[in-house]
């Protein structure tokens, strides 16, 4: 994903698509990543503010200010580190602190003019700092500063012109103005107009419904209302609208309102959400400080909006209300999933085709259930311990006559003991989950005659035998969390079983050919003990030796009094065995300046390769046309020979994948002479011929060098629980593993791309991944190149992550590049 820019009247910054509730508000942007629980993962937020501010903090000067007012917001940080950067033509200071609840903190400030000053909060957990820190620098290096910010600051209300220049109490808003707006104005109630004429008011500003407003139904009903002001000045209007020509949309997910084919209810929602989680808002085109609070009124064919627009900064609110019709006759009721069984009292029995209900009471869903035939999808959820769960001791049998069920979910049956053999003359299934029973055996034919099914899930319950005979169409089959012990070797032979999960079973034995199954979901130390998980080779000739010292940085001199010198200044003396078991001898690359393809064969990240004259650049066929891969970098192995051992001495790598989805891989080696390389000036390659969107990236040159590669010690104990159990301890000791990392780094930061390196993951690691999808053991395969999100040649993948190019330790050896597993690491 590639960075946004938002600016400001004075400045402007580059926000990573990782944060997606974004705020700017006078001269300030918020930017923040949220989860759906309302849970917070990090916010940045960036402020031209009046150096005046700072003047009742002590401090020699604004930089030391500026910290005492840090530490007035919390008094319990401590700083971690200190650092200066340049960014838009000025030295930028920036402190780096942790507080007791640990908490990352991200504090900068740079001095744009004699009276104003801009600064950067930012925040995170302390263990998800070294991914937040990268993009806190590259937000805060991102800077424009341009306008006159006398002028932008003297447009601010006149509350935060007070608190700003001390002019009243340290309120940071008017006293009388945050009275007056604690008391929210009644919501009126919705009436259908009288004269039948629709309408869209905020603030009392007219505005004309669009011809794209619509409303359908596909489980919930969808509403979209969009609307336009007419003769839309950005003068006049800005302060509700954010869009170019004034064009705003609302649209809505509703559930839980179906009468009789006619929507009807009243939804109310706070803030832009639904505290019952059934209804969803997304609006588009208003300031990103506006959100909808009131309620939104189905009635007798009619949408109705009465309520308010809320600035989350500014103590205002602007009424906003509207009425529209909604075209009855084009909703298709036999897509809606009915929820209540309110409903159903209300609906003909033939139009009910999709049902799903959480907690029901069993009595009344038997009763409900009979005269449902024309069901296509049934999903029963219970919640756990609930006593709605514990009566469910049965599967209604009327199921058996739903002759049109495609689908049918039973989550949480915690009191079922027996699948009912009916089940399998439910001819149209396509989809089947039965979960959380006490169920200990299928019987064999349940599911041999569902010919259609496609996706079976039947894990947590209590199985001690897989169902032997599976029609042959299933491509997808669940049975994690049995008590299963083998499996049958009928698996082997199923075509289309593309997805086998089959975690968390006592298992002891596997039919050979198991392991062919493309998507085989074990635990892997299962795998290699129960399955012939033996690496082939890419040639599929078997493994050639290879000295697996070269990897490690025991083995340099250089790299070993290096790693010695951290050991001691960290104080880990007695982890030194345990760490240099592990230390990996990695190379790495920082991009520098940009590169104008003026050297041939260089070290290049982003742009185009300089590929041997007689190669064509590499494709895909998608929908019968020819497609580019996505150039990531190119290596010239001599240029970094000195460095390392273990990758060809001369030569050429390259790297490509396929696009950013499914990160399909493709790497080149190139073993002759870079005289004989056509420069990448003369690719006649457009950016719309790169298959993925993000098409092709900046040019850059880079630095290498060699150094020390550890883990983070995050979730990192497969690395060395066996070989060095000691360094499970360093798990604990966050801080100083973060330093000891910090005095091995080559170039001093983190922004950076390397080889043979180790890759922060949160759950397991880029070789276990390999060996999942490949085979062979983790210790066998090493990063053939890791490359991290980075603005200099627009590297954004996904929220800002880390790909990683992975290859077995014997095919590096053949200088066979053709079996190449390529993964992601991202939040």
């Known amino acids: 994903m590639n960075n946004q820019k938002f600016k400001t009247d004075t400045f402007s910054l580059l926000i990573p698509s990782v944060y997606t509730d974004m705020q700017v508000v006078w001269e300030s942007i918020r930017a923040a990543h949220e989860q759906p629980d309302d849970d917070y993962l990090s916010y940045a937020t960036t402020t031209l503010i009046p150096i005046e501010f700072f003047d009742e903090f002590d401090g020699e000067d604004i930089v030391l200010r500026f910290w005492e007012s840090c530490k007035q917001a919390d008094q319990e940080i401590e700083l971690i580190a200190e650092k200066e950067i340049q960014l838009a033509g000025h030295s930028s200071n920036i402190r780096l602190m942790k507080s007791k609840d640990d908490i990352f903190y991200y504090f900068a400030i740079v001095q744009i003019s004699d009276k104003f000053c801009c600064i950067f909060k930012g925040d995170c957990k302390i263990e998800h700092r070294s991914f937040y820190e990268p993009l806190f620098d590259a937000i805060w290096q991102s800077l424009e500063y341009f306008g006159n910010p006398q002028e932008a600051i003297d447009k601010l209300p006149k509350f935060l012109l007070d608190f700003y220049y001390h002019r009243k109490s ?88 179906y009468n009789q084919g006619i929507p009807t209810g009243v939804v109310p929602f706070e803030k832009g959400r639904d505290e019952s989680y059934n209804h969803y808002l997304w609006d588009r085109g208003f300031n990103y400080s506006l959100a909808f609070t009131g309620n939104v009124t189905l009635k007798e064919g009619w949408i109705g909006l009465n309520g308010y627009l809320e600035d989350k900064w500014d103590p205002k609110r602007y009424k906003i209300s509207a009425a529209k019709k909604i075209a009855l006759q084009e909703l298709e009721w036999e897509k809606y999933d009915f929820t209540m069984f309110k409903e159903l009292e209300k609906a003909s029995p033939e139009i009910v085709r999709q049902l799903k209900l959480k907690d029901p009471d069993p009595i009344e869903l038997r009763e409900e259930l009979y005269s449902l035939v024309n069901l296509e999808s049934l999903s029963i959820q219970f919640s756990n311990n609930s006593k709605e769960a514990e009566a469910f001791t049965e599967i209604p049998s009327s199921i058996k006559h739903f002759k049109h069920l495609k689908s049918l979910h039973l989550w949480g049956i915690s009191a079922i003991t027996k699948f009912p053999e009916w089940i399998g ?211 010239n192995c001599a240029s970094i020979a000195n460095l390392q051992d273990y990758l060809p001495r001369t030569g050429m790598l390259y790297f490509f994948i396929e696009d950013q989805q499914d990160f399909v891989p493709k790497v ?117 190149l890791r490359v991290s999100s980075d603005n200099n040649p627009g590297f954004s993948f996904w929220d800002a992550g880390e790909i990683y190019f992975i290859i077995h330790k014997s095919d590096l050896a053949k200088k066979d590049f053709s079996n190449v597993y390529c993964g992601l690491e991202t939040s």
Not at 484 to 496: A, Q, R, V
Not at 550 to 574: M, P, T, V
Not at 712 to 736: G, V
């Open 425 to 635: 003359d439910l001819r149209e299934l396509e989809f089947l989950l039965l979960t959380g029973s006490k169920v200990e055996g299928i019987h064999p034919y349940m599911l041999q005659y569902l010919s259609k099914l496609k996706f079976c899930f039947l894990e947590n319950n209590n199985l001690g035998s897989a169902p032997k005979l599976i029609p042959d169409n299933l491509e997808v089959l669940h049975l994690d969390g049995n008590q299963l012990t083998d499996i049958p070797s009928s698996y082997t032979k199923l075509e289309n079983l593309r997805k086998l999960h089959i975690k968390n079973n006592p298992l002891k034995s596997l039919p050979a050919g198991l392991e062919n199954i493309p998507e085989l979901d074990l635990e892997l130390e299962k795998k290699v003990t129960l399955l012939d998980y033996t690496y082939k080779g890419a040639d599929k000739k078997g493994v050639i030796p290879y000295d697996d010292e070269l990897f490690y940085a025991r083995n340099d001199s250089d790299l070993n009094s290096n790693l010695q010198k951290a050991i001691n200044e960290i104080g880990f003396q007695e982890y030194e065995n345990g760490l240099s078991k592990i230390a990996r001898h990695s190379v790495t690359f920082v991009t520098t300046i940009p590169d104008s393809y003026d050297e041939l064969g260089n070290n290049r990240f982003g742009g185009l390769p300089d590929l041997p004259a007689n190669a064509d650049y590499p494709t895909i066929t998608i929908e019968e046309e020819q497609k580019g891969y996505q150039f990531i970098a190119q290596i």
């Open 170 to 257: 340290e309120n940071n808003f008017n006293e009388e103005e945050a009275k007056e707006n604690d008391i929210f104005p009644v919501i009126e109630e919705f009436s259908i107009p009288a004269d039948g004429r629709e309408y869209w008011t905020i603030d009392d500003i007219p505005l004309q419904f669009l011809a794209e407003c619509s409303a359908s139904v596909n489980g919930t009903l969808y509403v979209n209302l969009e609307g336009i002001i007419p003769e839309f000045e950005e003068k006049r209007h800005g302060y509700i609208v954010d869009s170019h020509n004034g064009a705003v949309a609302l649209n809505f997910s509703l559930s839980q309102i």
């Open 668 to 784: 080149i080696y190139y073993e002759g002479e870079t005289d004989n390389l056509k420069s990448a000036k003369e690719l006649n390659i457009e950016e719309e011929f790169i298959y993925d969107e993000s098409g092709i990236y900046q040019p850059f040159k880079t630095n290498s060098e060699k150094g020390v590669s550890v883990p983070s010690f995050y979730n990192d104990d497969h690395y060395y629980q066996d070989i060095a159990p000691e360094l499970k301890d360093l798990e604990e000791s966050y801080d100083e593993t973060e330093a000891f990392q910090e005095k091995l780094l080559p170039f001093n930061t983190r922004s950076s791309h390397g080889i043979n390196s180790y890759v922060f993951k949160q759950h397991d690691s880029p070789e276990i991944e390999a060996v999942n999808k490949l085979k062979g053991k983790p210790e066998e395969w090493m990063v053939l």
